[in-house]
């Protein structure tokens, strides 16, 4: 190679480089990616603070990655040319058959998973309300057979059997969603299960209380959207698959939700429609992430209170308990900090139940108040 081709190369590379930063300064700074369904960094504001904790230089790092020219086509691009090259585990999430995308769960590393149990153990000796325990496998488990041959996760069956050693009652979400393993209970591009697979596990949890099962011919489900891409299609930067359909079973006829968003009770819905022309679809089931939200049925088969201290699965789930309870409240522990006993007792609750997916529990550290 010759000097003067040499110095060629160089020059067009530090061109191109130049040139994208000089791309970058004139593109206006996005707030957020919908492709991956987060905030991005925006532009740093240099303090004598920040310089000398460093802090400064890790915004700017993550501000020049966020804000980069084109960002979401060169990560689909990487993905793509990965996938090329045989790999098919992309920021923890396995691409599987049938363009299904799988998170993997990796082996807890810090007995959050025991003491988590432990908090629920306290919850139970804290009220005279039957407390149940309901454990929700993911996609890695209940889908094993379509993760890549050889691919690593962590046994959520053998957690779900120390579970059981807590004495605790425990609903069979595993069971209800392995007899139906060949159905759509999840999605493909998000790891919630789908409203099919919430029906089913409506019924493990009815079921567990000694309640009469919901019927699905009782149900007529309405295709929602048709183009679901979920939070497993943002992290892993595959983006070439199929969108999702998401469907709604239940008639809001009949049924009124309360939420209590920023401390005062507010009208919601039950299916909150506008969220359907954003990328974050999922959250039109009772408009997402809330502390607190109350459904109540004037027309409930069987009657009674019940409280779900719940993870986002329950959004989905919610709807079809309301079938059968007067009263479906539903407690969220990342925003909610009163005591949940001293809720039960104020509201007249009649049953407890802890539901939770199993990589959501085992990681969450917000269970402590439940030993209030």
Sequence with gaps: MSKRYARAITAIFCLFLGGLMVWQLLLPDRERSDVENRT???????TLSGVLDGSFMEDVESYVQDQFPLRDQWTGLKARAEQLIGKRLFNNIYLCEDETLISKVDPPADGLEETNLGYIAQLAGKTDVPVYLGLIPSAAEVWRDKLPYGAESWDQNAYLAQAAETGLPLIDFAGALTAHASEPIFYRTDHHWTSLGAFYGANALLDSLGREPLKAEDFTPETASEDFNGTL??????????????????EEDGLTVTSWRSGSPEPAQLYDRSYLTEKDKYSSFLGGNQPLCVIRNENARDGGKLLLI???YSDALAPFLAQSFAEVHLLDLRYYRLPAAQYAAENGIDAICAVYSVPNFITDRNLVFLAQ
Aim: proline share 7%; charged share 20%.
């Design 233 to 250: 299609y943002s992290q892993s930067g595959i983006h070439s698959l199929t969108p999702d359909t998401m469907e709604y079973w239940v």
């Design 310 to 312: 719940r993870d986002s």
């Design 40 to 46: 991005l960094q925006q532009r740093p504001v240099l």
